[in-house]
């Protein structure tokens, strides 16, 4: 398979040298990230290398194969402005130890299993599946139009195991999550409450709040 096939497939854009190798369980690619040709400082072209480390994040399975990659970069330094950087891993967030593809894969998954079922499935922490989960839905409800809520149902569900709670605020006309909340005493849920109210002078709060 060609470095553009196996790029396509897991979405690796930037990776070249592309090099895999196949075993009874796994899968594991191995790449390396061009430097960059002038300093994002300056834009200085008299560049030197330095520090080599490598990266392993994990891919989508393949079948029942688990597939990894090994990314390997170097270090730049600018000798005009003495800045040094690392080249970014335009397939992964931050130092994350995953691909995009993977947690788009978590995601999939994620709409037709329950968290415990997926992080068995994956053989990954329950926590992990967790985050990866909490994180995609706080981006993607960050703003949420509440123009039209007149009604709201207050519910709260354990998480860890029992040892910690969530509480969500649903709006009762849609079924709408509005907000979910760390924690299920009075202090957590009245902040946010307070604030819909001053977006919803009409909202009828409980007498606590």
Known sequence: MC?????????????TDLRVSVEEKSIFIEGSLPGLPSCPSCNGKHLHRQTKRHRFLRLPPVGSKHAK????????????????????VPFANGIERMTHSFTSHVLDLLRFGTIKDVSKHLDMSWDVVKSIH????????????????????????????????????????????????????????????????????ILKLLPWI
Request: charged share 30%; net charge positive; hydrophobic share 35%.
């Open 3 to 15: 470095d553009a096939q196996l790029s396509s497939m897991f979405d690796l854009s930037g990776l």
């Open 69 to 88: 990659v090994q990314v390997n970069c170097q270090k730049q330094y600018c000798v005009s402005c003495k800045a040094t950087w690392w080249p970014k």
């Open 134 to 201: 909490k994180k995609t839905l706080q981006e993607r409800y960050q703003e949420i139009d509440v123009s039209a809520v007149e009604y709201v149902s207050i519910d709260e569900f354990s998480i860890a195991k029992g040892h910690k709670y969530m509480t969500t605020i649903m709006d009762i006309k849609t079924g709408r999550i509005l907000q979910a909340i760390e924690g299920r005493k009075k202090t957590d849920i009245a902040p946010y409450l307070q604030e819909l109210k001053k977006k919803l002078p």
